[in-house]
């Protein structure tokens, strides 16, 4: 079920017999859905209207799927015709900022088994290691990651007196994921978009996050819910992307770039995972997944490189132990890499 629909319904409800030429999706200034909770702000034309109005907005959205609860408030005054309520699918919404965030940022991909949740767990840790207050939440509902990027499997969320998820704190940062809610590692979560989009709001808004100069959200990956809750939601301050130098890495991860910026999410720039290997005998560089085509992704895009991490085992098997690189061997050529990048989103976004 998608916003489209809901705008669809109100669109065939002519409001002639109210005496007025609009129908009923024209008086919306604004729609937000939150899990199964649908919130319309509707122009008010003239007084005296308001009880007719919310009943035919509830009569007209009764039919669609996942809508429980339908709260409708009204805007005195009519639709300006200088600024006219968006086109159908794309109405206007009500973001807000995380409270003590400075800056929002989303480390994202078009696909999966690129490294996504190695990288975001780095680049908080680095930013940490640069001197700023940073927090890290795994959005990746399916398949949360996190816990055991930084050794936290066993960690269990608890809530304070105030009834705010308290997150967990590890390496210096501040971490929360699903999977300090699921009784084991191989729990699955089996929720449908309106479940997935309500954790995900509470993840944000109902976390004692406290002040800090970062929080690097971890995407699952792909283009769907989540990535269409933060943009509808919550003001952020960019995103990353990251990307293997495959083509069918790049394929994927055009996706995503477009996806943000048709949602208005700035992209900082994109990171090369993988780009290439070094004997340690020669300190050769080998190109394994090829060369160059990043690059060219990135000037076709407009996008700044933030950097290139080589592969190294050593990555995967601190990874596996809880240990992530820039903790374990913070002098290694795969550290200095996440460092580097960490400047450049901290130089990008002021």
Same mark, same amino acid.
């Given at each position: 079920?998608? @916003?489209?629909?809901?705008?669809?319904?109100?669109?065939?409800?002519?409001?002639?017999?109210?005496?007025?030429?609009?129908?009923?999706?024209? #008086?919306?200034?604004?729609?937000?859905?939150?899990?199964?909770?649908?919130?319309?702000?509707?122009? +008010? $034309?003239? *007084?005296?209207?308001?009880?007719?109005?919310?009943?035919?907005?509830?009569? *007209?959205?009764?039919? /669609? $799927?996942?809508?429980?609860?339908?709260?409708?408030?009204?805007?005195?005054?009519?639709?300006?015709?200088?600024?006219?309520?968006?086109?159908?699918?794309?109405?206007?919404?009500?973001?807000?900022?995380?409270?003590?965030?400075?800056?929002?940022?989303? @480390?994202?991909?078009?696909?999966?088994?690129?490294?996504? !949740?190695?990288?975001?767990?780095? +680049?908080?840790?680095?930013?940490?290691?640069?001197?700023?207050?940073?927090?890290?939440?795994?959005?990746?509902?399916?398949?949360? &990651?996190?816990?055991?990027?930084?050794? #936290?499997?066993?960690?269990?969320?608890?809530?304070?007196?105030?009834?705010?998820?308290?997150?967990?704190?590890?390496?210096?940062?501040?971490?929360? !994921?699903?999977?300090?809610?699921? $009784?084991?590692?191989?729990?699955?979560?089996?929720?449908?978009?309106?479940?997935?989009?309500?954790?995900?709001?509470?993840?944000?808004?109902?976390?004692?996050?406290?002040?800090?100069?970062? +929080?690097?959200?971890?995407?699952?990956?792909?283009?769907?819910?989540?990535? #269409?809750?933060?943009?509808?939601?919550?003001?952020?301050?960019?995103?990353?992307?990251?990307?293997?130098?495959?083509? @069918? *890495?790049?394929?994927?991860?055009?996706?995503?770039? !477009?996806?943000?910026?048709?949602?208005?999410?700035?992209?900082?720039?994109?990171?090369?995972?993988?780009?290439?290997?070094?004997?340690?005998?020669?300190?050769?560089?080998?190109?394994?997944?090829?060369?160059?085509?990043?690059?060219?992704?990135?000037?076709?895009?407009?996008?700044?490189?933030?950097?290139?991490?080589?592969?190294?085992?050593?990555?995967?098997?601190?990874?596996?132990?809880?240990?992530? /690189? /820039?903790? &374990?061997?913070?002098? &290694?050529?795969?550290?200095? *890499?996440?460092?580097?990048?960490?400047?450049?989103?901290?130089?990008? +976004?002021?």
């Amino acid at each position: 079920m998608a @916003v489209k629909d809901i705008m669809d319904a109100l669109k065939g409800v002519s409001l002639e017999d109210l005496g007025l030429k609009e129908n009923l999706a024209q #008086l919306v200034k604004d729609i937000k859905l939150i899990g199964n909770d649908l919130n319309v702000l509707l122009y +008010l $034309p003239k *007084a005296g209207l308001e009880d007719v109005l919310k009943r035919k907005v509830e009569e *007209a959205l009764s039919g /669609v $799927p996942d809508v429980k609860r339908i709260d409708v408030k009204f805007a005195q005054g009519a639709p300006q015709q200088s600024a006219p309520p968006p086109p159908m699918g794309q109405p206007a919404f009500t973001k807000r900022n995380v409270p003590g965030i400075k800056h929002l940022v989303a @480390v994202g991909s078009g696909k999966g088994g690129v490294g996504k !949740s190695t990288v975001a767990a780095n +680049l908080a840790l680095s930013l940490a290691k640069l001197g700023y207050k940073v927090g890290l939440l795994d959005a990746d509902i399916y398949g949360p &990651s996190i816990p055991t990027i930084l050794g #936290l499997k066993n960690e269990r969320a608890t809530v304070n007196e105030r009834n705010k998820i308290v997150p967990a704190e590890k390496y210096g940062i501040k971490v929360l !994921s699903i999977g300090f809610m699921l $009784p084991s590692e191989d729990t699955p979560i089996i929720w449908r978009g309106p479940m997935l989009m309500k954790a995900l709001t509470q993840f944000l808004f109902d976390v004692e996050w406290g002040e800090l100069d970062f +929080l690097i959200m971890d995407l699952p990956p792909g283009t769907g819910d989540v990535q #269409l809750t933060l943009a509808q939601n919550v003001n952020m301050s960019g995103a990353v992307v990251v990307t293997t130098p495959q083509d @069918v *890495a790049l394929a994927d991860v055009k996706k995503a770039t !477009s996806m943000f910026r048709e949602v208005q999410i700035p992209v900082i720039g994109v990171i090369e995972n993988m780009a290439y290997f070094v004997c340690p005998d020669s300190g050769k560089k080998f190109y394994i997944f090829g060369k160059g085509k990043t690059a060219e992704f990135a000037a076709a895009y407009n996008l700044k490189i933030l950097g290139s991490i080589p592969i190294d085992p050593e990555v995967a098997q601190k990874s596996d132990e809880g240990v992530p /690189v /820039v903790v &374990s061997h913070p002098d &290694s050529e795969v550290a200095r *890499a996440f460092f580097g990048i960490a400047k450049l989103v901290a130089q990008e +976004l002021g």
